[in-house]
């Protein structure tokens, strides 16, 4: 089963970059909305941005203005540009894709058909 692969953490202290990179384990195209969600110690995981097949992105309001969705189509590979990381953008990062991300889907909440085992991201103040 193709599974996804994220790379780009690191620690960088506050008000630095970090640009995170997602792709499929090998070669192939995932046909699906993707976005990235972020995990913290002792916190639920929640979403931090999405983008649909034709570049529609949506963000978390505690990251607007500070990160950046994009996609390369003809390599598959998910970006988010992180911007004047904070100590609370701590966490491990994660990369999926299915059709539940997409900002036009209304059906059931479900579990994204590909998932990434994610990168930490450490902000230090």
């Known amino acids: 089963q193709v599974k996804l692969v994220e790379s780009g953490g690191g620690s960088v202290q506050a008000g630095g970059s970090l640009r995170l990179s997602c792709a499929p384990s090998?070669?192939?195209?995932?046909?699906?909305?993707m976005a990235w969600f972020r995990q913290a110690p002792g916190k639920e995981r929640e979403s931090v941005a999405s983008?649909?097949?034709?570049?529609?992105?949506t963000y978390a309001d505690s990251v607007k203005g500070r990160f950046t969705i994009s996609k390369v189509d003809h390599n598959n590979t998910l970006y988010l540009q992180m911007h004047n990381l904070q100590p609370e953008d701590t966490a491990v990062y994660h990369c999926?894709?299915?059709?539940?991300?997409?900002?036009?889907?209304?059906?059931?909440?479900?579990?994204?058909?590909?998932w990434g085992q994610g990168t930490q991201v450490t902000v230090s103040s």
């Open positions: 999926a894709g299915d059709i539940s991300l997409c900002s036009w889907y209304s059906g059931v909440a479900r579990e994204p058909a590909y």
């Open positions: 090998e070669k192939s195209y995932i046909n699906y909305c």
């Open positions: 983008i649909d097949s034709d570049g529609t992105a």
